[in-house]
């Protein structure tokens, strides 16, 4: 385990080969940015890449397994891949902002947790049967959200505050006395099922539209949908 520290307004160009965090921890501090030709590999349970000052990782980064640990606000302006199940802990009241493309969970699980926000303008993709985005804690997806198969699974209260669509037949498990809290536009079902599970609340400003001969609301729990 180790830190690297760039000054504010200043950069670290790295252009070697790309750099396998193993099993441990690497810190990045000072405000500055990493910038990386070739990946940062979190391919380890126990790999964590710990963002904690204002950085900026401007290179792609591949996290397969163990954590992404965000303490102060930072940025993500290169692309992230999701090659296996893993952590995105934001903590309250800071944003991990991702600037790269489209985030796919493939067959994965991925965890946000920590109470703060992940805001992209880029889509998180859930398209495989077995895609699941689990919010943990507090957390706050500022991003658009495609929920094309696959699972929302809400552990805390949370809030999805960008627009979700539904591409396909999929679930979003609530916990019993929790709440997930959806300002953006309505929810289309087109000709699809939506499951609403667990026993907790789904709170929306806007409608759930059932306008398809196909579309199917499904509540399997003691949901309430307010």
Do not use: F, R
Request: charge should be negative.
């Amino acid at each position: 385990s180790a830190q690297i520290d760039v000054a504010s307004g200043e950069a670290l160009n790295y252009e070697g080969s790309s750099l396998s965090l193993g099993g441990n921890t690497l810190t990045l501090s000072g405000a500055g940015i990493l910038s990386n030709t070739n990946a940062l590999l979190l391919g380890d349970d126990s790999s964590s890449l710990k963002l904690s000052g204002t950085n900026t990782v401007s290179g792609p980064v591949t996290l397969s397994a163990g954590s992404l640990d965000v303490d102060d606000t930072a940025t993500l302006s290169g692309d992230l891949s999701l090659g296996g199940s893993a952590q995105i802990d934001v903590a309250p009241g800071k944003t991990l902002h991702y600037e790269g493309s489209s985030l796919s969970l493939g067959a994965n699980t991925l965890t946000l947790s920590g109470g703060g926000t992940w805001s992209s303008t880029n889509a998180l993709l859930l398209g495989d049967g077995l895609s699941a985005l689990k919010l943990s804690g507090m957390n706050t997806v500022s991003s658009p959200v495609s929920l094309g198969a696959g699972l929302i699974d809400v552990d805390e209260s949370a809030t999805l505050s960008a627009d979700l669509s539904l591409g396909g037949t999929a679930t979003i498990d609530v916990a019993s006395g929790k709440v997930l809290s959806y300002s953006g536009t309505a929810l289309s079902l087109g000709g699809n099922t939506l499951t609403l599970s667990g026993g907790g609340t789904w709170s929306s400003t806007n409608a759930l539209m059932l306008g398809d001969k196909s579309s199917t609301l499904k509540l399997t729990g003691t949901n309430t949908v307010s």
